[in-house]
Protein backbone atom coordinates (compact mmCIF):
# COMPACT_ATOMS: atom_id res chain seq x y z
CA UNK A 1 0.00 0.00 0.00
CA UNK A 2 1.24 3.53 -0.42
CA UNK A 3 0.28 6.17 1.97
CA UNK A 4 -0.61 9.41 1.10
CA UNK A 5 -0.39 12.15 3.71
CA UNK A 6 -1.53 16.29 4.03
CA UNK A 7 -4.27 15.26 1.11
CA UNK A 8 -6.43 18.70 1.12
CA UNK A 9 -9.82 18.66 -0.61
CA UNK A 10 -13.02 20.72 0.37
CA UNK A 11 -15.32 19.51 3.04
CA UNK A 12 -18.26 18.77 0.51
CA UNK A 13 -16.49 17.25 -1.85
CA UNK A 14 -17.35 13.85 -3.44
CA UNK A 15 -15.73 9.81 -3.14
CA UNK A 16 -14.82 10.24 -7.13
CA UNK A 17 -12.80 13.62 -6.20
CA UNK A 18 -10.67 11.32 -3.63
CA UNK A 19 -9.98 9.35 -5.82
CA UNK A 20 -9.21 11.32 -8.81
CA UNK A 21 -6.92 13.25 -6.10
CA UNK A 22 -5.17 10.35 -4.94
CA UNK A 23 -4.44 9.69 -8.78
CA UNK A 24 -3.22 13.33 -9.83
CA UNK A 25 -0.67 13.07 -6.43
CA UNK A 26 0.69 9.79 -7.70
CA UNK A 27 0.60 10.81 -11.61
CA UNK A 28 -1.52 7.74 -12.08
CA UNK A 29 -4.74 7.12 -13.93
CA UNK A 30 -7.57 6.92 -11.82
CA UNK A 31 -8.99 3.38 -13.39
CA UNK A 32 -5.16 2.40 -11.99
CA UNK A 33 -6.35 2.13 -8.24
CA UNK A 34 -7.40 -0.84 -6.87
CA UNK A 35 -8.61 0.46 -3.46
CA UNK A 36 -8.46 3.62 -1.01
CA UNK A 37 -8.44 3.41 2.92
CA UNK A 38 -8.65 6.85 4.82
CA UNK A 39 -6.23 6.30 7.62
CA UNK A 40 -7.19 10.16 9.08
CA UNK A 41 -9.56 12.96 8.06
CA UNK A 42 -9.18 16.17 10.32
CA UNK A 43 -10.74 19.20 9.51
CA UNK A 44 -8.40 22.53 8.92
CA UNK A 45 -10.54 25.62 9.66
CA UNK A 46 -7.59 28.07 10.69
CA UNK A 47 -8.56 30.03 7.21
CA UNK A 48 -12.20 30.64 7.52
CA UNK A 49 -13.34 30.85 3.91
CA UNK A 50 -10.97 27.90 3.28
CA UNK A 51 -11.93 25.20 5.43
CA UNK A 52 -11.00 21.83 4.08
CA UNK A 53 -10.45 18.40 5.00
CA UNK A 54 -7.22 17.53 5.15
CA UNK A 55 -6.36 13.18 4.49
CA UNK A 56 -4.35 10.34 5.34
CA UNK A 57 -4.71 7.48 3.30
CA UNK A 58 -3.55 4.51 1.76
CA UNK A 59 -3.56 3.34 -1.85
CA UNK A 60 -3.50 -0.13 -3.22
CA UNK A 61 -2.12 -0.08 -6.86
CA UNK A 62 0.21 -2.22 -8.94
CA UNK A 63 3.93 -1.77 -8.95
CA UNK A 64 4.02 0.56 -5.68
CA UNK A 65 7.76 1.43 -5.24
CA UNK A 66 7.51 2.50 -8.92
CA UNK A 67 4.77 4.61 -8.87
CA UNK A 68 6.42 6.41 -4.64
CA UNK A 69 9.39 6.61 -6.79
CA UNK A 70 8.16 8.69 -9.72
CA UNK A 71 5.41 10.66 -7.37
CA UNK A 72 8.59 12.08 -5.68
CA UNK A 73 6.74 13.58 -3.07
CA UNK A 74 7.94 13.78 0.71
CA UNK A 75 4.01 13.18 1.74
CA UNK A 76 4.19 9.80 -0.43
CA UNK A 77 5.76 6.48 0.77
CA UNK A 78 5.31 2.75 1.33
CA UNK A 79 2.87 1.85 4.08
CA UNK A 80 3.87 -0.44 6.76
CA UNK A 81 0.92 -2.34 7.60
CA UNK A 82 0.27 -3.00 11.31
CA UNK A 83 -1.94 -4.75 12.71
CA UNK A 84 -3.20 -5.66 16.66
CA UNK A 85 -1.25 -8.80 17.70
CA UNK A 86 -2.63 -10.74 21.55
CA UNK A 87 0.21 -12.67 22.90
CA UNK A 88 0.35 -16.20 23.12
CA UNK A 89 -0.95 -18.20 26.34
CA UNK A 90 1.26 -18.37 29.06
CA UNK A 91 1.98 -21.50 30.85
CA UNK A 92 0.21 -21.01 34.49
CA UNK A 93 -2.48 -22.74 35.13
CA UNK A 94 -5.47 -20.73 36.29
CA UNK A 95 -7.23 -22.20 39.95
CA UNK A 96 -10.07 -20.19 39.31
CA UNK A 97 -10.99 -17.94 36.27
CA UNK A 98 -9.68 -14.02 36.33
CA UNK A 99 -12.32 -11.88 38.11
CA UNK A 100 -13.01 -8.25 36.80
CA UNK A 101 -14.53 -5.75 39.02
CA UNK A 102 -16.19 -2.84 37.28
CA UNK A 103 -17.57 -2.58 33.82
CA UNK A 104 -16.51 0.32 32.68
CA UNK A 105 -14.00 0.61 29.20
CA UNK A 106 -11.23 -1.15 30.87
CA UNK A 107 -13.22 -3.54 32.64
CA UNK A 108 -15.37 -4.54 29.42
CA UNK A 109 -12.39 -4.57 27.01
CA UNK A 110 -10.05 -6.52 29.45
CA UNK A 111 -13.43 -8.74 29.77
CA UNK A 112 -14.15 -9.03 25.59
CA UNK A 113 -10.17 -9.94 24.89
CA UNK A 114 -9.79 -12.10 27.83
CA UNK A 115 -13.62 -14.13 26.83
CA UNK A 116 -12.22 -14.29 23.10
CA UNK A 117 -8.96 -15.90 24.24
CA UNK A 118 -10.51 -18.68 26.39
CA UNK A 119 -10.59 -17.44 30.14
CA UNK A 120 -14.04 -16.94 30.85
CA UNK A 121 -14.09 -13.98 33.08
CA UNK A 122 -16.18 -13.13 35.76
CA UNK A 123 -16.90 -9.44 35.76
CA UNK A 124 -18.86 -7.95 38.94
CA UNK A 125 -20.78 -4.80 38.79
CA UNK A 126 -22.05 -2.98 41.61
CA UNK A 127 -24.86 -1.14 39.45
CA UNK A 128 -27.26 -2.40 37.25
CA UNK A 129 -27.34 -3.25 33.54
CA UNK A 130 -27.18 -0.47 30.74
CA UNK A 131 -30.78 -0.50 30.01
CA UNK A 132 -31.69 -0.24 33.82
CA UNK A 133 -29.53 2.05 34.85
CA UNK A 134 -30.90 4.37 31.80
CA UNK A 135 -33.77 4.10 33.68
CA UNK A 136 -32.70 4.85 37.00
CA UNK A 137 -30.76 7.89 36.21
CA UNK A 138 -33.50 9.68 33.85
CA UNK A 139 -35.49 9.01 36.83
CA UNK A 140 -33.00 10.77 39.16
CA UNK A 141 -32.52 13.57 36.66
CA UNK A 142 -36.69 14.14 36.49
CA UNK A 143 -36.24 14.84 40.91
CA UNK A 144 -36.23 10.76 41.76
CA UNK A 145 -33.91 9.80 44.70
CA UNK A 146 -30.56 9.20 43.42
CA UNK A 147 -29.30 5.67 43.84
CA UNK A 148 -26.18 5.61 45.19
CA UNK A 149 -24.84 2.23 43.47
CA UNK A 150 -26.76 3.16 39.88
CA UNK A 151 -25.91 6.45 38.53
CA UNK A 152 -23.92 8.29 36.19
CA UNK A 153 -20.86 7.11 37.77
CA UNK A 154 -21.95 3.65 38.42
CA UNK A 155 -23.11 0.50 36.49
CA UNK A 156 -22.46 -1.11 33.10
CA UNK A 157 -20.35 1.28 30.73
CA UNK A 158 -18.90 3.49 33.96
CA UNK A 159 -18.71 6.78 33.81
CA UNK A 160 -18.09 7.47 30.14
CA UNK A 161 -21.47 6.14 29.31
CA UNK A 162 -22.99 9.60 29.77
CA UNK A 163 -20.79 11.80 28.20
CA UNK A 164 -20.51 12.63 24.55
CA UNK A 165 -18.29 9.10 24.11
CA UNK A 166 -15.29 11.20 22.56
CA UNK A 167 -12.82 8.79 21.69
CA UNK A 168 -9.56 10.37 21.20
CA UNK A 169 -6.95 10.09 23.40
CA UNK A 170 -2.78 11.43 23.27
CA UNK A 171 -1.42 7.95 23.80
CA UNK A 172 1.22 7.11 21.66
CA UNK A 173 0.09 3.56 19.93
CA UNK A 174 2.78 1.63 18.31
CA UNK A 175 1.05 -1.83 19.27
CA UNK A 176 -2.45 -0.53 17.11
CA UNK A 177 -4.32 -0.98 20.72
CA UNK A 178 -5.72 2.83 20.44
CA UNK A 179 -7.00 0.86 16.70
CA UNK A 180 -7.93 -2.26 18.06
CA UNK A 181 -10.31 -0.08 20.47
CA UNK A 182 -11.94 1.73 17.93
CA UNK A 183 -12.76 -1.23 15.86
CA UNK A 184 -14.49 -3.42 18.52
CA UNK A 185 -16.71 -0.25 18.88
CA UNK A 186 -17.35 -0.23 15.34
CA UNK A 187 -18.05 -4.05 15.92
CA UNK A 188 -20.87 -3.43 18.46
CA UNK A 189 -22.58 -1.01 16.55
CA UNK A 190 -20.27 1.91 16.46
CA UNK A 191 -20.28 4.58 12.91
CA UNK A 192 -17.30 3.01 10.76
CA UNK A 193 -15.94 6.63 10.49
CA UNK A 194 -14.79 6.86 14.00
CA UNK A 195 -11.63 4.77 12.17
CA UNK A 196 -10.75 7.94 10.84
CA UNK A 197 -11.90 10.99 11.80
CA UNK A 198 -9.52 13.07 14.01
CA UNK A 199 -12.21 13.46 16.90
CA UNK A 200 -14.13 10.39 16.85
CA UNK A 201 -17.25 10.25 19.21
CA UNK A 202 -20.63 8.07 19.49
CA UNK A 203 -22.94 9.35 21.68
CA UNK A 204 -24.46 8.48 25.12
CA UNK A 205 -27.53 7.20 23.21
CA UNK A 206 -25.65 5.09 20.48
CA UNK A 207 -22.27 4.01 23.14
CA UNK A 208 -24.95 2.07 25.68
CA UNK A 209 -25.93 -0.13 23.12
CA UNK A 210 -22.86 -1.14 22.09
CA UNK A 211 -21.79 -1.71 25.61
CA UNK A 212 -24.58 -4.21 26.13
CA UNK A 213 -24.09 -5.74 22.58
CA UNK A 214 -20.17 -6.36 24.50
CA UNK A 215 -21.53 -7.94 27.02
CA UNK A 216 -23.90 -10.17 25.13
CA UNK A 217 -20.47 -11.27 23.61
CA UNK A 218 -18.52 -12.01 26.71
CA UNK A 219 -21.51 -14.28 27.39
CA UNK A 220 -21.69 -15.64 24.46
CA UNK A 221 -17.99 -16.81 24.90
CA UNK A 222 -18.30 -18.51 28.18
CA UNK A 223 -17.82 -15.56 30.30
CA UNK A 224 -20.41 -13.93 33.22
CA UNK A 225 -21.22 -10.20 33.96
CA UNK A 226 -23.41 -10.31 37.70
CA UNK A 227 -25.16 -6.67 38.39
CA UNK A 228 -25.70 -5.67 41.70
CA UNK A 229 -22.63 -7.25 43.12
CA UNK A 230 -20.55 -5.16 45.21
CA UNK A 231 -17.00 -6.18 46.22
CA UNK A 232 -17.04 -5.00 50.61
CA UNK A 233 -13.77 -6.74 51.52
CA UNK A 234 -10.70 -8.44 49.99
CA UNK A 235 -9.48 -11.54 51.15
CA UNK A 236 -5.66 -11.39 50.91
CA UNK A 237 -2.90 -13.52 52.74
CA UNK A 238 0.76 -13.45 52.27
CA UNK A 239 0.61 -10.89 50.08
CA UNK A 240 -1.47 -12.09 47.78
CA UNK A 241 -4.71 -12.33 46.56
CA UNK A 242 -7.37 -15.40 47.44
CA UNK A 243 -10.64 -14.32 46.56
CA UNK A 244 -13.42 -11.06 46.95
CA UNK A 245 -16.53 -10.68 49.34
CA UNK A 246 -19.47 -9.78 47.59
CA UNK A 247 -22.63 -7.86 49.22
CA UNK A 248 -20.84 -8.50 52.81
CA UNK A 249 -21.25 -12.09 52.73
CA UNK A 250 -20.67 -13.98 49.28
CA UNK A 251 -17.07 -15.28 48.94
CA UNK A 252 -15.89 -15.67 44.89
CA UNK A 253 -12.56 -17.17 45.02
CA UNK A 254 -9.50 -15.95 42.66
CA UNK A 255 -6.09 -15.87 42.09
CA UNK A 256 -6.17 -13.08 39.20
CA UNK A 257 -8.22 -9.92 40.20
CA UNK A 258 -8.81 -7.41 37.94
CA UNK A 259 -9.23 -4.13 39.06
CA UNK A 260 -10.85 -1.83 37.00
CA UNK A 261 -13.50 0.02 39.86
CA UNK A 262 -13.15 4.00 38.00
CA UNK A 263 -12.52 7.06 39.74
CA UNK A 264 -15.72 7.16 42.08
CA UNK A 265 -15.28 3.53 43.77
CA UNK A 266 -14.41 5.55 47.17
CA UNK A 267 -15.50 3.02 49.14
CA UNK A 268 -13.39 0.63 47.23
CA UNK A 269 -10.60 2.59 47.72
CA UNK A 270 -10.61 2.69 51.48
CA UNK A 271 -11.32 -1.53 51.95
CA UNK A 272 -8.24 -1.64 49.99
CA UNK A 273 -6.40 1.29 52.34
CA UNK A 274 -8.03 -0.90 55.08
CA UNK A 275 -6.20 -3.73 53.66
CA UNK A 276 -2.89 -2.18 53.30
CA UNK A 277 -2.92 -2.29 48.94
CA UNK A 278 -0.18 0.46 48.67
CA UNK A 279 -1.66 3.48 46.59
CA UNK A 280 -1.08 7.03 46.86
CA UNK A 281 -2.64 10.30 46.20
CA UNK A 282 -1.82 12.12 43.07
CA UNK A 283 -2.80 15.69 41.37
CA UNK A 284 -5.79 15.80 39.46
CA UNK A 285 -8.22 18.83 38.39
CA UNK A 286 -11.04 20.74 39.99
CA UNK A 287 -13.42 22.99 38.55
CA UNK A 288 -17.19 24.07 37.01
CA UNK A 289 -19.13 23.02 33.80
CA UNK A 290 -19.17 26.32 31.39
CA UNK A 291 -21.97 26.74 28.90
CA UNK A 292 -22.25 28.71 25.39
CA UNK A 293 -24.15 28.67 22.40
CA UNK A 294 -22.98 26.40 20.06
CA UNK A 295 -24.34 28.54 17.48
CA UNK A 296 -21.33 30.84 18.94
CA UNK A 297 -18.67 28.98 18.88
CA UNK A 298 -19.71 27.77 15.25
CA UNK A 299 -19.45 31.37 14.14
CA UNK A 300 -16.13 31.68 16.18
CA UNK A 301 -14.36 28.33 14.68
CA UNK A 302 -16.17 28.20 11.32
CA UNK A 303 -16.92 31.55 10.94
CA UNK A 304 -20.60 30.47 10.71
CA UNK A 305 -23.46 29.78 12.33
CA UNK A 306 -23.71 26.15 11.48
CA UNK A 307 -21.80 23.88 9.32
CA UNK A 308 -24.14 20.98 7.43
CA UNK A 309 -21.56 18.74 6.62
CA UNK A 310 -18.96 19.51 9.73
CA UNK A 311 -21.71 19.70 12.77
CA UNK A 312 -21.21 21.42 15.85
CA UNK A 313 -17.59 23.25 16.27
CA UNK A 314 -16.09 22.04 19.05
CA UNK A 315 -12.61 23.65 21.01
CA UNK A 316 -9.94 22.43 23.48
CA UNK A 317 -8.12 25.36 25.27
CA UNK A 318 -5.24 25.59 27.47
CA UNK A 319 -3.69 28.44 30.06
CA UNK A 320 -0.43 29.24 32.24
CA UNK A 321 -1.83 31.80 35.17
CA UNK A 322 0.45 33.70 36.74
CA UNK A 323 0.66 32.42 39.45
CA UNK A 324 1.33 28.90 38.40
CA UNK A 325 -1.98 27.13 37.49
CA UNK A 326 -2.74 25.58 34.99
CA UNK A 327 -6.50 25.91 33.73
CA UNK A 328 -7.78 23.93 30.25
CA UNK A 329 -10.95 22.94 29.16
CA UNK A 330 -12.25 18.70 29.30
CA UNK A 331 -14.61 16.54 27.74
CA UNK A 332 -15.99 19.40 25.44
CA UNK A 333 -19.69 18.42 24.53
CA UNK A 334 -20.61 20.02 21.20
CA UNK A 335 -24.62 20.30 21.41
CA UNK A 336 -24.46 18.73 24.92
CA UNK A 337 -25.78 18.72 28.40
CA UNK A 338 -24.73 19.78 31.78
CA UNK A 339 -25.84 16.84 34.07
CA UNK A 340 -26.06 15.90 37.82
CA UNK A 341 -23.61 13.42 38.54
CA UNK A 342 -23.93 12.70 41.75
CA UNK A 343 -22.90 9.42 43.03
CA UNK A 344 -23.20 10.25 47.11
CA UNK A 345 -25.83 11.19 49.28
CA UNK A 346 -25.76 14.90 50.57
CA UNK A 347 -22.96 15.70 48.00
CA UNK A 348 -23.05 16.99 44.58
CA UNK A 349 -21.17 16.58 41.20
CA UNK A 350 -21.50 17.65 37.53
CA UNK A 351 -20.22 16.38 34.16
CA UNK A 352 -21.15 16.74 30.73
CA UNK A 353 -22.86 14.88 27.99
CA UNK A 354 -23.75 14.95 24.03
CA UNK A 355 -26.25 12.49 22.04
CA UNK A 356 -24.78 11.08 18.86
CA UNK A 357 -26.30 14.10 16.68
CA UNK A 358 -24.78 16.82 19.07
CA UNK A 359 -28.16 18.64 18.43
CA UNK A 360 -28.49 20.19 21.62
CA UNK A 361 -28.59 24.70 21.62
CA UNK A 362 -25.55 24.55 23.84
CA UNK A 363 -21.33 23.60 23.62
CA UNK A 364 -20.31 22.75 27.08
CA UNK A 365 -17.34 21.88 28.40
CA UNK A 366 -15.40 21.25 31.76
CA UNK A 367 -13.16 24.37 33.20
CA UNK A 368 -10.81 22.97 35.24
CA UNK A 369 -7.75 23.84 37.17
CA UNK A 370 -4.89 21.15 38.22
CA UNK A 371 -4.99 20.51 41.94
CA UNK A 372 -1.34 18.72 44.11
CA UNK A 373 -1.50 16.62 46.79
CA UNK A 374 0.36 19.76 48.17
CA UNK A 375 -3.44 21.70 47.87
CA UNK A 376 -5.00 19.07 49.81
CA UNK A 377 -2.78 17.94 51.84
CA UNK A 378 -0.57 14.58 51.26
CA UNK A 379 -1.00 13.03 54.83
CA UNK A 380 -3.13 9.92 53.39
CA UNK A 381 -3.36 8.31 50.23
CA UNK A 382 -7.19 8.69 50.34
CA UNK A 383 -6.32 12.91 50.85
CA UNK A 384 -7.89 13.44 47.55
CA UNK A 385 -11.02 12.06 47.93
CA UNK A 386 -11.51 13.96 51.04
CA UNK A 387 -10.92 17.34 49.01
CA UNK A 388 -13.65 16.20 46.39
CA UNK A 389 -16.42 15.62 48.90
CA UNK A 390 -16.03 18.67 51.09
CA UNK A 391 -15.92 20.61 47.19
CA UNK A 392 -19.45 18.54 46.49
CA UNK A 393 -21.07 19.03 49.96
CA UNK A 394 -20.33 22.31 49.91
CA UNK A 395 -22.15 22.25 46.93
CA UNK A 396 -24.96 19.99 47.45
CA UNK A 397 -25.37 22.50 50.59
CA UNK A 398 -25.26 25.99 48.40
CA UNK A 399 -28.58 24.98 46.25
CA UNK A 400 -30.37 22.35 48.39
CA UNK A 401 -29.12 19.83 46.56
CA UNK A 402 -29.97 21.24 42.65
CA UNK A 403 -27.41 22.03 40.69
CA UNK A 404 -25.68 25.54 41.56
CA UNK A 405 -25.40 28.19 38.51
CA UNK A 406 -23.90 30.99 38.42
CA UNK A 407 -23.65 33.54 35.46
CA UNK A 408 -20.02 34.15 34.80
CA UNK A 409 -20.60 38.25 35.51
CA UNK A 410 -21.98 37.33 38.34
CA UNK A 411 -19.17 34.90 39.08
CA UNK A 412 -16.76 37.97 38.25
CA UNK A 413 -18.79 39.72 40.35
CA UNK A 414 -18.84 37.41 43.26
CA UNK A 415 -22.62 38.03 43.64
CA UNK A 416 -25.36 35.30 43.12
CA UNK A 417 -26.86 35.38 40.09
CA UNK A 418 -31.18 36.34 39.52
CA UNK A 419 -32.12 35.27 35.70
CA UNK A 420 -30.15 34.06 32.78
CA UNK A 421 -29.75 36.11 30.24
CA UNK A 422 -29.52 35.13 26.54
CA UNK A 423 -28.11 31.69 26.84
CA UNK A 424 -30.43 29.23 27.56
CA UNK A 425 -29.74 26.56 30.14
CA UNK A 426 -29.41 23.06 29.00
CA UNK A 427 -29.22 20.83 31.76
CA UNK A 428 -29.99 17.22 32.67
CA UNK A 429 -31.63 17.63 36.44
CA UNK A 430 -32.96 20.65 38.53
CA UNK A 431 -30.78 23.67 38.84
CA UNK A 432 -30.69 26.65 40.75
CA UNK A 433 -28.88 30.13 41.24
CA UNK A 434 -26.38 30.07 43.99
CA UNK A 435 -22.99 31.93 44.35
CA UNK A 436 -20.11 29.40 43.60
CA UNK A 437 -17.56 31.14 44.91
CA UNK A 438 -18.60 30.55 48.19
CA UNK A 439 -17.62 26.90 48.16
CA UNK A 440 -14.62 27.03 45.69
CA UNK A 441 -11.28 27.83 47.05
CA UNK A 442 -10.33 31.24 46.42
CA UNK A 443 -7.14 30.19 44.16
CA UNK A 444 -9.32 28.32 42.09
CA UNK A 445 -11.93 30.99 41.27
CA UNK A 446 -9.17 33.11 40.43
CA UNK A 447 -7.57 30.85 38.28
CA UNK A 448 -10.65 29.74 36.58
CA UNK A 449 -11.12 33.73 35.87
CA UNK A 450 -7.99 34.64 34.15
CA UNK A 451 -8.52 31.13 32.07
CA UNK A 452 -12.01 32.04 30.83
CA UNK A 453 -10.04 36.09 29.88
CA UNK A 454 -7.25 34.58 28.45
CA UNK A 455 -9.70 31.86 26.11
CA UNK A 456 -11.54 34.86 25.01
CA UNK A 457 -8.84 35.73 22.65
CA UNK A 458 -9.34 32.57 20.90
CA UNK A 459 -12.88 31.76 21.19
CA UNK A 460 -14.82 35.09 20.41
CA UNK A 461 -17.40 35.38 23.52
CA UNK A 462 -16.45 32.77 25.71
CA UNK A 463 -16.15 35.52 28.94
CA UNK A 464 -19.32 36.70 27.77
CA UNK A 465 -21.57 37.78 31.08
CA UNK A 466 -24.52 35.30 30.53
CA UNK A 467 -22.09 32.19 29.96
CA UNK A 468 -23.35 29.78 32.54
CA UNK A 469 -21.29 27.95 35.23
CA UNK A 470 -22.20 25.03 36.71
CA UNK A 471 -20.38 23.47 39.69
CA UNK A 472 -18.38 21.26 40.87
CA UNK A 473 -16.80 19.78 38.71
CA UNK A 474 -14.82 17.03 40.34
CA UNK A 475 -14.17 13.63 38.76
CA UNK A 476 -12.05 14.72 35.97
CA UNK A 477 -9.80 11.72 36.81
CA UNK A 478 -8.99 9.68 39.48
CA UNK A 479 -7.43 11.38 43.06
CA UNK A 480 -5.63 8.11 43.89
CA UNK A 481 -3.13 5.94 41.55
CA UNK A 482 -2.28 2.26 42.80
CA UNK A 483 1.15 1.64 41.68
CA UNK A 484 1.91 -1.46 39.56
CA UNK A 485 5.28 -3.26 38.63
CA UNK A 486 5.97 -3.96 34.78
CA UNK A 487 4.25 -7.31 34.94
CA UNK A 488 0.88 -4.81 35.77
CA UNK A 489 0.26 -6.44 39.47
CA UNK A 490 0.34 -4.58 42.54
CA UNK A 491 2.59 -5.38 45.08
CA UNK A 492 -0.62 -7.82 46.50
CA UNK A 493 0.39 -10.51 44.15
CA UNK A 494 -2.98 -11.42 42.10
CA UNK A 495 -4.07 -8.06 41.60
CA UNK A 496 -4.19 -5.81 38.70
CA UNK A 497 -4.92 -2.37 39.08
CA UNK A 498 -6.23 -1.23 35.84
CA UNK A 499 -7.76 2.10 33.97
CA UNK A 500 -8.67 5.14 35.25
CA UNK A 501 -9.73 4.86 38.51
CA UNK A 502 -6.52 2.91 38.98
CA UNK A 503 -4.55 5.93 38.02
CA UNK A 504 -3.31 4.98 34.63
CA UNK A 505 -6.10 6.51 31.90
CA UNK A 506 -8.10 9.68 31.45
CA UNK A 507 -10.84 8.66 29.29
CA UNK A 508 -13.19 6.09 27.29
CA UNK A 509 -10.05 5.36 24.95
CA UNK A 510 -7.34 4.99 27.18
CA UNK A 511 -8.98 3.07 29.56
CA UNK A 512 -10.03 0.75 27.24
CA UNK A 513 -6.46 0.51 25.74
CA UNK A 514 -5.37 -0.07 29.61
CA UNK A 515 -8.01 -2.70 29.49
CA UNK A 516 -5.82 -4.73 26.62
CA UNK A 517 -2.56 -3.91 28.05
CA UNK A 518 -3.87 -6.03 31.45
CA UNK A 519 -5.52 -8.78 29.68
CA UNK A 520 -2.27 -8.88 27.44
CA UNK A 521 -0.57 -9.33 30.79
CA UNK A 522 -2.56 -11.98 32.01
CA UNK A 523 -2.83 -13.87 28.82
CA UNK A 524 0.99 -13.89 29.15
CA UNK A 525 1.32 -15.41 32.55
CA UNK A 526 -1.42 -17.89 32.44
CA UNK A 527 -3.20 -20.29 30.50
CA UNK A 528 -6.69 -20.23 29.29
CA UNK A 529 -9.69 -21.14 31.44
CA UNK A 530 -10.98 -24.14 32.06
CA UNK A 531 -8.22 -26.04 30.76
Known amino acids: M ?15 ALWAKAAKALKIPVKDIRSIQIIKQSVDARKKEDIHFTYSIDVE ?25 FPKPGTKKMTDRPVIIGTGPAGLFCGIMLARHGYQPLLLERGESVEKRMEAVDLF ?37 NRKVLELFVEFGADPSILYVNKPHIGTDVLSGIVKGMREEIIRLGGEVRFNSTVTDFIIEDNRLHGVVINEKERIMAEVLVLAIGHSARDTFEILNK ?118 EAAFLSCSGKIPVQLYGDFKKNQPSKDFGSVEPAFKGACGFANIREFLPEYLSESLIEGVEAFDHRIRGFSRPDAILAGVESR ?30 GGITSAAMDGLKVAEAIATGFQGFPL
Open 2 to 16: IRINQLKLPVDHTQE
Open 61 to 85: TEKEESVVHKAKSGDIGISEKKEYV
Open 141 to 177: WKGGMLRPDCNVQFGEGGAGTFSDGKLNTLVKDPLMR
Open 275 to 392: RKVPMEAKAFAVGLRIQHPQESINRSQYGTGSHPILGPADYKLTHQCTKGRGVYTFCMCPGGYVVNASSEEKRLAVNGMSYHKRDGVNANSALIVTVTPEDFGNTTPLAGIAYQRQLE
Open 476 to 505: TSSPVRIPRDEAFECSVKGIYPCGEGAGYA
